[in-house]
């Protein structure tokens, strides 16, 4: 009999020859060397009222199981304007899923269920996202076509996204470089996925139609550290607009990955910009692992096209076989690869082997719940070894074959032969091209087959929209500061680098320069109060800091001759109690106006006693004490630094005198 | 007439031939705003003459606005011929023939750039590359009798459909489709109501309310469905079949004398006033909902009466209508006029001389309800009795176009006005039912609790 392979010495040894390296190790000569390329897709969320095409409102969401009514559809392929269908299409059709929308009348009406055609579109987001395009000094359209863009995962009930290009080209500039943009479009925001079991998908249309942009740069970032940078710098420069939603996926990021020899694979649905670096990196090397698996493949397979994988239905009871199939499983099939051996358990991602490329599809194409599939190179494979030999003989396997054996119903066989047959194929080519959703740990599973052009159709419902001249001088004339500008901002006025995230994802630059402007406030002092006061303030309450008041704060502090130290006390109370007026604050700190001469007359007696009566010996503990005593009378009276100097003085010289 | 290509007019079509490019180029274009590239598609006629439409690689269309080129250059040339997959549709033994008669409307549709919106295509191999689902249910043949939008449906339409249904079953046909807009669907399912008597086959029209170049389409299912209840359905009549609910679920039948189109949009806009349907309809068959329906039968015995009268109006009342409206139409030698009157069956005051002139004329006048459900019932009020005196005559529950198309249709015959009321008020196929069953009129309102927890757990 064959010796049978190590799992794990294969998986060891193929990630080496992939020559994997750990993210913490990966220097910029790594993705030279890999030709990393990665290209960058965000989605923003505009703030409007109302959805993108129907007046629903946005920005309300359902809980899951909160709903109105339930309504059922499914989804077909269709052609696109250049009459070809689309791939990923075609596969969404094989999947026959059955689609299930979950609908609150507060927010949708017709329209969400696609039982309307569209209203205009939303004047407020057209103005927002031209705003945003002139941000990215991009060419505006003459004239606004919507198109559909085609989605067979049913999370738009229409089968399609409407969506528009506002403005193409323009680029943004990095610390080292500038990336350019390919295009910024206006588009409906898709439903909320609730479950996606079996044949059964659920989603909620709460988020369906709400207006967001998607901006697209050019593959042109060259490291995960670069792909990071101009995310956050997409980001910032929607923020100062004020016009964009903030809050969890209000903004997603989609990232496009490619390698030397790879192709260009889609991330999706990431929703923090500090993930992407780890899986940008980790997709690198899943390209290149694929790469390394094909060259052995082609080694040893020499007319990979006349390849084929070989099926039958076992005789065997699903329970029989002691593995967790899905419940609905009636029948196991097993399909022989030939000359595949050392490819299930070849590396592909970190603790991932290529029979979970295979697995992700069962379970996306064929409906096949996980764990769907036992196989020849799995770590514990003599536990079925019943299987193998039955596999093995009704097969007639040779050495050198590799098997995979799964369970399903019967209308789902068929497809699921195909699944394994078609991927298996796609092997030999390298990297097939996908989208893959994001994993918390950096992995990336398979979502669907990447869709090309040909799934945009022009949208016979509505008209198309001129963007004249005047509208984009008036936008233009009221457009926010430029980023670049914030940014050297922000270094002139030496903040520190860790509080300009904080600021510029909040858009809290206009408010810092106003105040900074207004009251001759110190800019590091205004900066750091946001950054760092107000923000480990609202860490701790949970709740909001109105924003919009800080402008007053400043005004009323200098009305009544304050200083402005005094307003860090005063932030947990407003953040409690958003609609208070500001004297009251003061009430409730208890804090009086005090003449300053008074307060520095009594730095004598408290240094008097806490050298005498409480007997503190050390210096810096003997100011502290002192200056707790005073800090309550003294705060937004004086100085702090003033009367931190006095007693200092008074203690030293008093210490003097003791000797 | 101004000079077009491809949509092109004006001040567009002067650039574009300035710079010496053509529809479905690659152009290059330099524009104040910046530069653009991609191919130059059509435009919508109805669209204006500033703009040039382009197609960027990434497959989005965008307008240039012409004022602001200042040069284009022609890189390649790539036209689309926007085809669906053309199949042979396959013969399976055992499985009924069925016929689809083409209309024109939104069954099976393509792009069509000179309007921007779609026009029907129509094979059965289109057909059968567009929903092959169709091959597991009969054996499919088609015939294109005309290709005209739902609202230009008429008389000429009505005839022809009725003369190819006869032929049809002459040749032993076990059923008809007949795709069809859905706007004036329950028009033409009255007028062949009357024209086709006695059937032995099942006469289904359908439509679809989106078209089938959007993904969630419900014409590929009406189809199917369709084609359930003409190839393996047991009522032989004339019927709509829509979906039941907006999910894609069932499809009611609907008899063609008692339906309506009740929404502008939604998928489940066809209802049965004042009754109920006969029937729901799945893949799996039909499920009759009531049996007083007329079975099918393996003769070929159909009558075919194509009859209609072009001289015919609806009259829609409303408060101060004034004399002149029923004046114009005597004027006009309208032959008959269908009232859809207030309430039971009324009208004001101010217009009853003119319908005396217009009774005197020898027009033939009924009256029905505007508010669709119900009967007309003339004897409560004085103003009822009046009209009756004056010669309307009430036609019990006729929904207002069903009594059109009869009116019509029975003009189409005999001008002798006895003879008219004879055929108006003797039933044909339910468009006047003895009685109102007291589940036919069902219009829940949303809000009210009992309601709203059945459509959170039924689908509508």
């Known amino acids: 009999m064959q010796k049978e392979i190590n799992a794990d010495q294969n998986y060891q040894k193929t990630l080496i020859e992939t020559g994997w390296v750990c993210f913490e190790e990966a220097t910029a000569e790594t993705y030279k060397h890999l030709g990393f390329k990665s290209g960058l897709e965000i989605h923003q969320q505009l703030q409007t009222r109302e959805k993108l095409f129907c007046h629903c409102p946005t920005g309300i969401y359902q809980d899951f199981d909160d709903y109105d009514a339930e309504i059922v559809r499914h989804m077909r392929p269709t052609l696109s304007e250049l009459g070809e269908y689309d791939g990923t299409a075609l596969m969404e059709f094989k999947t026959r899923k059955e689609v299930i929308y979950r609908i609150k009348n507060r927010t949708a009406c017709t329209y969400e269920v696609d039982d309307t055609p569209p209203f205009p579109l939303n004047r407020q987001a057209l103005e927002i996202a031209i705003e945003i395009s002139l941000l990215l000094k991009q060419y505006i359209v003459g004239e606004v076509h919507i198109t559909r863009k085609q989605y067979l995962d049913g999370s738009i009930p229409t089968g399609f996204q409407r969506t528009a290009i506002i403005g193409i080209e323009g680029a943004i500039p990095l610390k080292n470089k500038p990336i350019r943009l390919i295009q910024l479009s206006l588009e409906e925001d898709s439903c909320r996925e609730v479950s996606d079991i079996g044949h059964r998908r659920i989603y909620t249309t709460d988020r369906l139609g709400m207006p967001l942009i998607e901006m697209v740069t050019y593959p042109e970032m060259l490291t995960p550290a670069e792909v990071a940078e101009a995310a956050h710098y997409l980001r910032f420069l929607a923020r100062s607009t004020g016009k964009v939603r903030t809050g969890i996926g209000a903004a997603r990021e989609d990232v496009n990955v490619s390698i030397t020899g790879g192709t260009r694979i889609e991330i999706k649905g990431v929703s923090h910009i500090r993930e992407i670096p780890l899986l940008v990196h980790v997709e690198a090397f899943r390209q290149k692992a694929l790469l390394t698996m094909r060259e052995k493949l082609v080694a040893v397979i020499s007319d990979p096209k006349s390849w084929q994988t070989r099926s039958c239905i076992l005789d065997l009871d699903v329970k029989a076989v002691a593995y967790p199939f899905p419940e609905s499983s009636q029948k196991l099939v097993a399909v022989l690869l030939p000359k595949f051996k050392g490819i299930l358990s070849h590396f592909t991602q970190p603790g991932k082997d290529f029979s979970s490329e295979l697995s992700d599809r069962l379970k996306v194409i064929s409906c096949l719940e996980k764990p769907n599939l036992i196989h020849s190179e799995m770590a514990n494979v003599e536990e079925f070894d019943h299987l193998a030999k039955l596999i093995k003989s009704r097969l007639k396997a040779e050495p050198g074959d590799a098997w995979i054996c799964f369970a399903g119903p019967d209308e789902d066989i068929p497809t699921a032969i195909e699944t394994i047959q078609e991927r298996c194929q796609l092997a030999f080519e390298g990297v097939p091209r996908e989208t893959r959703k994001s994993l918390a740990d950096g992995n990336t599973l398979f979502e669907r087959v990447l869709p090309g052009a040909d799934r945009m159709y022009p949208d016979t419902d509505s008209a198309p929209i001129p963007v004249p001249e005047e509208d984009i001088e008036q936008i233009r004339n009221s457009l926010p500061v430029d980023l670049p500008f914030r940014l050297a901002q922000l270094k002139e006025w030496q903040v520190p680098q860790d509080c300009w995230t904080y600021l510029l994802r909040n858009n809290l630059m206009p408010v810092a320069e106003q105040i900074v402007n207004d009251f001759e406030v110190e800019p590091l002092f205004v900066c750091t109060l946001l950054a760092q006061n107000i923000k480990g303030r609202m860490r701790l309450k949970k709740k909001p800091f109105p924003f919009s008041k800080l402008v007053d704060i400043f005004a009323f502090l200098k009305d009544n001759n304050i200083k402005w130290e005094l307003i860090k006390e005063m932030i947990p109370i407003i953040i409690d109690n958003p609609k208070i007026d500001f004297q009251s604050i003061l009430n409730l700190l208890s804090w009086k106006k005090e003449i300053s001469s008074d307060l520095f007359s009594a730095v004598p007696y408290f240094t008097k006693s806490v050298l005498k009566d409480c007997r503190i010996d050390c210096k810096t503990s003997a100011i502290s004490w002192v200056m707790g005593k005073l800090r309550p009378r003294a705060l937004g009276n004086v100085d702090m630094q003033e009367i931190f100097n006095a007693i200092e003085k008074q203690i030293t010289t008093q210490e003097k005198k003791n000797d | ?460």
Not at chain 2, 29 to 51: A, M, V, Y
Not at chain 2, 339 to 346: D, F
């Open chain 2, 1 to 460: 007439m101004t000079e077009s290509i491809q949509g092109y007019k004006g001040k567009a079509l002067e650039v574009i031939k300035k710079f010496h490019v053509r529809v479905w180029s690659d152009a290059l274009i330099k524009s104040t705003r910046g530069e653009f590239q991609g191919i130059i598609l059509p435009r919508s006629e109805n669209d204006d003459q500033f703009h040039i439409v382009l197609k960027l690689a990434t497959g989005y269309n965008v307008g240039i606005d012409v004022h602001t080129i200042t040069e284009m250059t022609e890189i390649g040339y790539k036209e689309a011929h926007y085809k669906i997959p053309e199949k042979e549709f396959p013969f399976t033994p055992g499985l009924p023939k069925v016929k689809l008669l083409g209309t024109g409307g939104t069954i099976a549709s393509r792009l069509d750039y000179r309007t921007g919106a779609v026009i029907p295509a129509f094979s059965p191999g289109e057909l059968y590359g567009a929903v092959p689902e169709l091959a597991q249910i009969c054996n499919l043949d088609t015939e294109k009798v005309f290709a005209v939008f739902s609202e230009n449906m008429g008389p000429m339409q009505y005839k022809k459909l009725a003369v190819a249904i006869g032929e049809e079953i002459e040749k032993g046909i076990k059923g008809i489709i007949i795709g069809h807009g859905t706007d004036t669907l329950h028009h033409t399912a009255a007028a062949l109501t009357f024209m086709c008597q006695n059937l032995p086959i099942p006469v289904i029209l359908v439509g679809s309310q989106r078209s089938s170049d959007r993904p969630s389409s419900d014409a590929a299912l009406n189809l199917m469905h369709a084609a359930t209840a003409a190839g393996h359905g047991d009522i032989a009549e004339v019927m709509i079949c829509m979906f039941g609910p907006t999910s894609d679920e069932y499809a009611l039948l609907h008899r063609g004398t008692r339906v309506r189109k009740m929404h502008s949009s939604y998928r489940s806009t066809f209802r049965t006033i004042g009754d109920i349907p006969l029937a729901t309809v799945t893949r799996q068959g039909v499920q009759a909902i009531r049996n007083d329906y007329n079975p099918r039968r393996n003769d070929h015995q159909v009558k075919i009466l194509p009859y209609f009268h072009d001289k015919v109006s609806i009259v829609y009342y409303y408060p101060n209508m004034q004399p002149d409206i029923i004046d114009s139409l005597v004027d006009n030698g309208y032959k008959g006029i269908v009232i859809a009157g207030t309430g039971l069956g009324h009208v004001n005051k101010l217009i009853y001389p003119a319908i005396r002139r217009a009774a005197a004329a020898g027009v033939a006048i009924y009256m029905t309800v505007q508010t669709l459900w119900g009967f007309v019932h003339m004897f409560v009020y004085d103003t009822g009795r009046d009209l009756m005196a004056m010669g309307i005559v009430p036609a019990e529950n006729m929904l207002p176009e069903v009594a059109f198309i009869k009116l019509s249709w029975a003009l189409g015959q005999t001008s002798d006005l006895e003879e008219i009321k004879k055929i108006m008020l003797t039933p044909i196929s339910g468009e006047i039912t003895k009685g109102e069953p007291y589940n036919g009129y069902l219009i829940y309102q949303g809000g009210i609790p009992e309601v709203e927890e059945f459509i959170r757990k039924v689908h509508k």
